[in-house]
């Protein structure tokens, strides 16, 4: 038992080893989580760094297996598990280090598509943490260089985007270059919220000097990378759809699906699986509307839906209060239904900052001084149909992420299971896991919870629940057509408008993203399925003593892990209820 102990201990050594290199060298993502350590720091990029950090990984891989973990408990074996799960598939990824990693930059994310985050994640209170900002600003034109030296490596080995997944970019730069440096989304924490800090007035004044020459050299930096990628990229971007254009980008995309699934599925499985569940909600759907009395296609019901003012918003205002009244008095007082021991960590419901999807969640610190925010995109309000507001609010807040989120953030868990999703999408399949259909199959089992506490409290209410849901089931069609079948984009953007909710102008960017993200979008459905798959599996075995309660903390408490894990973390569930059932009754 000694030598047991002493795996134990190590195990933990490592993953402390691991969790402070892991933040040193990601600092933006250290800054997300809360640690200050390295505000004054950027991520570095380059060919030369890719060896170095597998290396690394390497290291703490091999030391994690030397590990004997036949005498750890369940709660240690997750861990082990895990954590060895996640060491393991960065090092597998490194194989496809001159893929996907190769193309920082495309039109749904970094700080060409949304710096907002990046500054609204840092934390401006002492006159050190603008001191770190600043120094932040100074290194940004440097990590663009680094991230142009990875686009021209792509360039040269034939492994770049489709245009689709760029073409948008020279105009987000534009957004950012402005004359008036002031009106710089990076020069706002300077403005107010410098006036309302600790910092003794004798040093504003050289902060915000050294910060407008910081920017405007920013300015000077987003003009080359435009300059680069319209004259030197998007002429040679890939001339197919999807990735399979690559070299090997078959089996890169079968490394992507399997990134995100956390489990074996092959391309066919996941393209049948979305096939089978989009006829079945077609089916449902057909029953909602004829309760209503609607005769026509479903795409005809929603662009009824699209084009009747009634389902829609006349201000933003209005919208933002529906939204803040469906959470805090629809849901919330309903959630002790499914759920106990609930952790106390605030949210905010906030304006989005830039014109992306309808809504989107942003975890806060485990100490609540940055709260949960659920981003909603308020922009062109007589857009937005009333009947979307209730999944969305489910998927993006309670039960969804936000509750996701703050079980995981007061969990004992270490924390490296604590904070896992650092962005930069485009990285898969080297990139540490967050377990995409874990945290996005909790999302649209979040939605279908929904249905169990009467929220959808009519047939078109519903009709937009199940909108979001076949939107998810096609995903996997499309997504595996693109990748794997050779779908064109049009053949996409046909399959989605005869068959979903959205319109012309929504699909074309849901197909780019695709394109950009390779598997990504699959993680819902299949995330969702695995849930409900254990949950019955649950019932079965625990009869009338199930507790959906205690199912959902299983799933819950254990922060984000992978499927083929949450299956076993259930199985021992299962198990540990069924002994205690045998002693009561005894």
């Known amino acids: 038992m000694a030598g047991r102990g002493n795996d134990i201990d190590e195990l933990n050594k490592i993953e402390r080893e691991f969790w402070d290199w892991r933040l040193e060298d990601s600092p933006e993502f250290a800054t997300l989580t809360g640690n200050t350590k390295y505000n004054d720091r950027l991520r570095h990029f380059g060919l030369d760094l890719f060896k170095p950090r597998n290396d690394k990984v390497e290291g703490f891989l091999k030391r994690v297996k030397a590990l004997d973990s036949s005498g750890f408990n369940q709660k240690q074996l997750a861990d082990y598990l895990i954590f060895k799960d996640s060491l393991q598939t ?17 039109f749904l994310e970094g700080l060409t598509a949304n710096p907002d985050h990046f ?16 120094e932040r600003l100074q290194k940004i034109p440097k990590q663009f260089d680094e991230q142009t030296e990875l686009l021209r490596e792509a360039i040269k080995l034939g ?12 105009g987000q730069i534009d957004e950012h270059i402005v004359t008036d440096l002031k009106t710089s989304i990076f020069y706002k924490p300077f403005l107010e919220m410098l006036d309302k800090s600790s910092v003794p007035e004798i040093f504003k004044a050289t902060m915000r000097e050294r910060a407008l020459k910081a920017i405007s050299n920013i300015m000077v930096a987003y003009k080359d990378l435009k ?9 040679r971007t890939r001339t197919t759809w999807g990735i399979s254009g690559w070299t090997d980008g078959a089996k890169d995309y079968e490394a992507c699906l399997k990134w995100h699934l956390s489990l074996e599925m092959t391309p066919k499985e996941v393209h049948d699986k979305g096939l089978q569940e ?30 009747n003012p009634k389902f829609h918003f006349k201000s933003a205002d209005i919208l933002l209060k529906g939204y803040d009244d469906i959470i805090y008095k629809e849901i919330f007082p309903k959630l002790h239904q499914l759920f106990k021991d609930i952790p106390n960590l605030p949210l905010s419901i906030q304006r989005m900052p830039y014109d992306g999807a309808g ?18 995109n308020l922009r062109r309000p007589e857009q937005k149909a009333t009947i979307d507001m209730m999944s969305l609010s489910l998927h993006e807040t309670v039960p969804g992420h936000h509750l996701q989120s703050i079980y995981a953030l007061t969990a004992s868990l270490p924390d490296y299971r604590k904070f896992q999703e650092d962005s930069n999408y485009y990285q898969p399949p080297l990139k540490f896991p967050f377990y995409t259909a874990y945290l996005e199959g909790w ?25 979001a849901e076949i939107f998810r089931a096609a995903r996997l069609v499309v997504d595996t057509g693109l990748h794997h079948y050779n779908w064109t984009r049009d053949q996409c953007i046909k399959y989605m408008l005869d068959r979903t909710a959205y319109g012309q102008g929504e699909i074309e960017n849901e197909i780019d993203r695709y394109m950009t993200w390779p598997g990504q979008a699959c993680a819902y459905k299949i995330g969702e399925l695995k849930i409900k798959e254990l949950r019955e599996k649950a019932k079965n075995a625990l009869g009338s003593r199930f507790d959906v309660r205690s199912f959902h903390s299983v799933v819950l408490e254990n922060g984000p892990v992978p499927l083929t894990t949450l299956e076993m973390l259930v199985e021992n569930w299962i198990k540990t209820e069924s002994q205690r059932q045998v002693i009561i009754g005894m």
């Open 278 to 307: 989009v006829e079945r909600i077609q089916k449902v759907m057909k029953e909602t509307m004829k309760r209503i009395g609607f005769n026509g296609t479903i795409p005809e019901f929603y662009k009824m839906i699209r084009e």
């Open 119 to 134: 500054v609204d994640t840092t934390p401006f209170i002492s006159r050190g943490d603008f001191e770190n900002f600043i």
């Open 90 to 106: 960065y090092v597998d990824g490194y194989k496809w280090r001159n893929h996907n990693p190769l193309n920082p930059f495309n």
């Open 359 to 376: 809504g989107e969640y942003l975890s806060g610190t485990a100490d609540g001084s940055r709260p949960g925010v659920f981003y909603v």
């Open 159 to 170: 492994n770049t985007y489709n245009n689709a997944s760029v073409k948008a970019v020279p």
């Open 443 to 467: 999302g649209l089992y979040s939605e279908y919870l929904g249905e169990e506490l009467g929220l959808y409290t009519d047939d078109y209410v519903l009709m937009g629940r199940y909108g």
């Open 227 to 235: 300059h680069f990628i319209i004259n030197d990229y998007m002429p």
